[in-house]
Nanobody
Framework: VQLQASGGGLVQTGGSLRLSCAASGGTFGYYSMGWFRQAPGKEREFVAAISWSDSSTYVAESVKGRFTIFRDNAKNTVYLQMNRLKPEDTAVYSC???????????????????WGQGTQVTVSS
């Protein structure tokens, strides 16, 4: 499976962006999917995840109430809707797939086997 992330850009504080991650070459409907981000000089951190089985979700406390993850299995795509963006949300955002058998919902980057290339999100103050 390959992942292609898109939708990043420059936005002002309080603005919105929707990131997309399109999967190809695998059975997307059986993958749990995650979004992570990495700011300059910082570790990669978990943002949000969605399960393969019932589309249950989990989002990091730092983005709860502002970010939403959802998926469209017919389009092999997972999305990250980001609202009320803050300068501290500035980072490279990457999507990832857990392609193990019956994957659980995980916030650990070690659980994800396949990574997209990342898309830059910059929030100006």
């Amino acid at each position: 499976v390959q992942l292609q992330a898109s939708g990043g850009g420059l936005v002002q504080t309080g603005g919105s962006l929707r990131l997309s991650c399109a999967a190809s070459g695998g059975t997307f409907g059986y993958y749990s999917m995650g979004w992570f981000r990495q700011a300059p000089g910082k570790e990669r951190e978990f943002v949000a995840a969605i399960s393969w089985s019932d589309s249950s979700t989990y989002v990091a406390e730092s983005v709860k109430g502002r970010f939403t993850i959802f998926r469209d299995n017919a389009k092999n795509t997972v999305y990250l809707q980001m609202n009320r963006l803050k300068p501290e949300d500035t980072a490279v955002y990457s999507c990832a797939a857990d392609s193990s058998k019956y994957p659980a919902l995980s916030i650990s980057k070690e659980a994800y086997h396949v990574w997209g290339q990342g898309t830059q999100v910059t929030v100006s103050s």
